[in-house]
């Protein structure tokens, strides 16, 4: 099964927001369309955690946030041995958590 | 609207509690009410603060159960959830109630008990104030949120290890003279980030930040009484006057601000506090900041409006926010030492201030204070609430 993240895209205005608010930030339209989280883009920042959530069996989990080509922030884990801010990284879809039993999926990013 | 002031004050000891969570707010509430002189007057309504009893101590509704463990029906009661702003929130809840005329004594009681779970599941718990879809299923922490904030922050202002450490160092030295706090441990520079054992006594929890750069689980409990400052006199000796409040609201998301180092909702909460109150930032004696994180000191300070952007690290290293400094920050020791019982973080806030302003701090007194300045920071900035006490007359 392919799994996507949407941000939404105002239907009124076209500004893109990640995550979506009932609200347009740009336009205060409520009119949206799903648009994909992918591409890629920059990292902005970085950490490696060490105390982690009880659903992680990792030593220690590498998050980032990262400013995407196509004009949103987003969060997500990184697949990045020796991350570093400013180096370019690529979106893909994957297991993020098992949340009771269920897999989540959400954003993961390497270096391209 | 009427002044509200203090009338009453008090904290129980911070750190792993023998007591259950509505003994430990009973005992905060209890010396708060006998702090004043009330003459068997009534409490008209009580606010309770905190955040995770239903989930860590099997009790909802912990507003109604401390009115019924302390006996103090018919009293009204409300619990106010603001994640690790509920304390100040509440203050300010019951600062409305009094200054609109429809109550005269409001009991205001903050308190936590995260030590009845372990360490893991009380960061978990209070992870959940992360976005869920955005941050939380990725595995984020505060800490994490932290760590990424830190990275910006010391790239863009030159901020070191070392001064993260001097935040960590001021602030458990601060600690030792408050009988209250939960860490009284001196560190040392060498001990936390230059010795060989360095690594083994403070390693990364969230790169850059190291154990020594984050707040203690704690348990604890503080409570606040308050009276229209018109009949404060009738109650204390030594009133304490709420001049000024500001409470402003950011992205829950970190990534999604325009620009994730300036924490807008620090910087709007802080200038409604000193708008309502008429006054400046130099006109402040004393700040009990948020520093949860040591990075978030540093931040705030500036961006309050202590001090210019990208120096709040150069006042720290000149110690111009040390306790016989120009401006001391966190004399109680802060979140950092005294400890983070999360839903009585800004209520003990408000409780060091009032300490202060009476000149009843003991070893960690500041000199005359005049006015005091509280920052509670709930989530990751994403809702803020700053508070300034006045002496009273």
Redesign the interface.
């Known amino acids: 099964m392919e799994h996507t993240v949407n941000a939404a895209k105002c239907m009124k205005c076209g500004k893109i927001t990640y995550p979506t608010h009932f609200y347009c930030p740009a336009c205060g339209s409520t009119d949206f369309g799903a648009v994909a989280v992918e591409g890629e883009g920059t990292l902005l920042t970085f950490t490696r955690a060490y105390t982690l959530p009880l659903d992680y069996e990792d030593l220690y989990l590498t998050l980032g946030i990262v400013e995407m080509d196509q004009g949103i922030r987003a969060t997500g884990q990184l697949d990045i041995d020796e991350p570093a801010t400013g180096i370019r990284v690529l979106a893909s879809v994957g297991p993020v958590r098992d949340v009771d039993g269920r897999t989540v999926y959400g954003l993961k990013f390497r270096a391209v | 609207m009427r002044d509200v002031a203090i009338i009453g004050a008090s904290t129980t000891q911070f750190g792993r509690a023998q007591w259950s969570l509505l003994k430990l707010m009973a005992e905060a509430a209890h010396g708060a009410i006998t702090n004043a002189d009330l003459g068997g007057r009534k409490i008209d309504a009580v606010y309770v603060a905190n955040m995770g009893s239903a989930r860590n101590n099997r009790q909802a509704g912990i507003a109604s159960a401390l009115v019924d463990r302390m006996n103090l029906y018919p009293a009204a009661a409300d619990t106010v959830e603001n994640g690790p702003a509920s304390g100040a929130s509440a203050v300010k809840n019951g600062f409305l109630a009094v200054a609109s005329g429809m109550c005269d004594l409001v009991l205001v009681a903050g308190g936590e008990r995260m030590r009845e779970v372990n360490?893991?599941?009380a960061?978990?718990f209070v992870?959940f104030l992360s976005?869920r879809?955005?941050?939380y299923?990725?595995?984020?922490?505060l800490?994490?949120l932290a760590?990424?904030?830190a990275?910006?922050w010391m790239?863009k202002y030159g901020v070191t290890s070392e001064h993260l450490a001097m935040v960590a160092i001021k602030n458990h030295s601060n600690a030792m003279l408050n009988p209250n706090a939960h860490i009284k441990m001196p560190i040392t520079m060498e001990g936390i980030l230059h010795s060989p054992d360095a690594e083994m006594n403070n390693?990364?929890?969230?790169?850059?930040?190291r154990f020594f750069d984050c707040c203690p689980v704690s348990d604890g409990a503080a409570a606040v009484l308050l009276a229209p400052a018109e009949m404060a006199g009738e109650f204390t000796k030594k009133p304490v006057i709420i001049s000024g409040f500001g409470q402003a609201t950011d992205t829950q998301?970190?990534?999604?601000r325009p620009d994730?180092t300036v924490l807008t909702a620090v910087q709007i909460a802080a200038r409604k506090a000193f708008d309502m109150a008429g006054l400046k930032p130099r006109d402040i004696s004393l700040a009990e900041l948020h520093d949860a994180f040591t990075i978030l000191e540093i931040a705030q300070s500036e961006q309050v409006g202590f001090f210019p952007e990208g120096t709040g690290h150069i006042a720290l290293e000149k110690g111009e926010t040390q306790i016989a400094g120009k401006l001391p920050i966190n004399t109680s020791g802060g979140l950092k030492a005294k400890g983070h019982p999360v839903g009585a973080t800004g209520v003990s806030q408000i409780v060091e201030l009032v300490f202060q302003l009476r000149g009843e701090a003991g070893k960690r007194q500041v000199k005359n204070p005049k006015h005091g300045f509280a920052l509670n920071f709930g989530g990751f900035g994403n809702n803020v609430v700053a508070t300034i006490l006045t002496k009273g007359a």
């Open positions: 360490n893991i599941e960061t978990e992870s976005h879809y955005a941050e299923i990725y595995g984020i922490t800490p994490a760590g990424m904030f990275r910006l790239n390693p990364y929890i969230a790169e850059p930040l998301a970190v990534h999604e994730p």
